[in-house]
């Protein structure tokens, strides 16, 4: 089971992209759906984690208040929608089942599914 990432390019420095996120082969509405992204030299690092209900979520702090995340239970689509974009956002972005992790005052989330092919997101002038 795989998902798959959609909507990445070339933006400029305070640009704005929406990244799309459509199983295959399954719908999602019972799990929890999250963005991880990796830039180049770097560990994958979790972005955002939207749950079943869309009350839960999860931001790491590099993109609280710029990113959004967002389901779609009608189109089976989950996205992220990223504002403010900044040249420290550039990596290739996946999408994956998640799980939001608490431990002690530490917030985190992990990714709990297969990973799928991922969409390159590039912010440069």
Excluded: H
Aim: hydrophobic share 35%; net charge neutral.
């Amino acid at each position: 089971v795989q998902l798959q990432a959609f909507g990445g390019g070339l933006v400029q420095p305070g640009g704005s992209l929406r990244l799309s996120c459509v199983p295959s082969g399954f719908t999602f509405d019972w799990y929890a759906i999250g963005w991880f992204r990796q830039a180049p030299g770097k560990e994958r690092e979790g972005v955002s984690c939207i749950g079943s209900s869309e009350a839960i979520r999860y931001y790491a702090d590099s993109v609280k208040g710029r990113f959004t995340i967002s389901r779609d239970s009608a189109e089976n689509t989950v996205y992220l929608q990223m504002n403010s974009l900044n040249p420290e956002d550039t990596g290739i972005y996946y999408c994956v089942k998640c799980q939001i992790i608490q431990q002690g005052d530490r917030e985190f989330i992990r990714a709990s599914g297969d990973w799928g092919k991922g969409t390159l997101v590039t912010v440069s002038s």
